[in-house]
């Protein structure tokens, strides 16, 4: 069974930066993809973003390009979400995912595609 638990979420002022991590742990750990989502109070699990394990292709959400950047370090096997720039909107709890169990274009964008999820991460930015 594989194990996510992230880190790095907290309390920031707008324009200011965090970097979440996702530490995986398991027997023969070898996602496809991982990716972050996020989740506001009331609102769906939306998208943030997502990297390919082998190849380090990334995948964005319009609303969070050019400010968050994800990353990978396969020998950790620890994903990253370096946050900048950050906005009222972008507080939600974050979630890490791993392994699409169906490959097919736009499939890294739905939530219900992944098999492990980890517990989620706060993060507040006030204004």
Do not use: H
């Amino acid at each position: 069974q594989v194990q996510l638990v992230e880190s790095g979420g907290g309390l920031v002022q707008v324009g200011g930066s965090l970097r979440l991590s996702c530490a995986a742990s398991g027997r023969a750990f070898n996602p496809n993809l991982m990716g972050w989502f996020r989740q506001a109070p009331g609102k769906e699990r939306e998208f943030v973003a997502a990297i390919n394990w082998s190849s380090g292709n990334t995948y964005y959400a319009d609303s969070v390009k050019g400010r968050f950047t994800i990353s990978r370090d396969n020998a950790k096997n620890t994903v990253y979400l370096q946050t900048n720039v950050l906005k009222p909107e972008d507080t939600a709890v974050y979630y890490c995912a791993a392994d699409l169990k169906t490959y097919y274009r736009g499939s890294y964008r739905q939530n219900y595609e992944y098999r492990y999820w980890g517990q989620g991460t706060q993060v507040t930015v006030s204004s």
